[in-house]
C-alpha cells in the first residue's frame, strides 16, 4: 500500500539531526506562520496591481477544447492572485510569469519599478527572514545542547556540587576527583 510508505518518515525519530532540523521548524512556526501570511498579504496586493495595471502582461496560457494553446489575461484579482503564487519557487523573479515590457511602453517604467520591489521583499527581505528565523533556532539550539553538556560535564546531579565547588573545599589528598564524585559516588 502506498500508506505504508509513510513508515520512512520514522527516520526523523531515529536520526538526531534531523530531528534537530524539524525541532527547528516546529519552535518557530508561529512566525514563519506570520511570514507566510505577509506572503498573502504581499501577493494579493501585487495581484490587485497587476489587474488594475498590469492586465495586458498577465496572459496565462490554456489548452481550449479543440487542443489549441490560447492565452487569457486574468480577468480577477484572484485570478491574477493564483498566478503569482505560482511565482513564490522562482524567488519572487515576475520575469517567467507576467509578459516583456517593452522600452517604448508606457508601461515599461511602471513595471520595472514592479517588478523591482516585488523581487527585492519577496525574492530577497522575505526569504532572508525565514532563513534567518530557522539559523538562529538552530544557534539557539547548539547553545541549549552545548550549556546542557556542560552541566553534565562540570555539576554532580546528586549534590549540586560544581566541579569548581567540589576542589575549593581542599580535600585531603586521598579523596576522590570530581569525576569520581560525579561518577561513583
Known sequence: SEYFTLMLLDVF????????????????????ALVFLV???TIMIYATFGVEYFREFTAVPYVDENGDTQT??????????????????????????LGTASPGDSAYLWRILYDTVFFIWVGIILMNIITGLMVDSFGAMREEKNER???KKDQCFM???TRGGYEDFGLTAGAPSFDEHKDKD
Not at 15 to 32: G, K, P
Request: charged share 10%; with cysteine.
Open 13 to 32: 525519530n531515529n536520526s538526531d539531526s534531523l530531528a534537530t532540523i524539524i525541532q527547528s521548524v516546529t519552535q518557530e512556526a508561529t512566525r514563519i
Open 39 to 41: 506572503f498573502i498579504f
Open 72 to 97: 487569457k489575461a486574468c480577468q480577477t484579482v484572484m485570478s491574477c492572485f493564483w498566478m503569482l503564487s505560482y511565482n513564490l519557487p522562482e524567488g519572487g523573479n515576475l520575469h517567467g510569469i
Open 149 to 151: 553538556e556542560g552541566i
Open 159 to 161: 549534590c549540586g556540587l
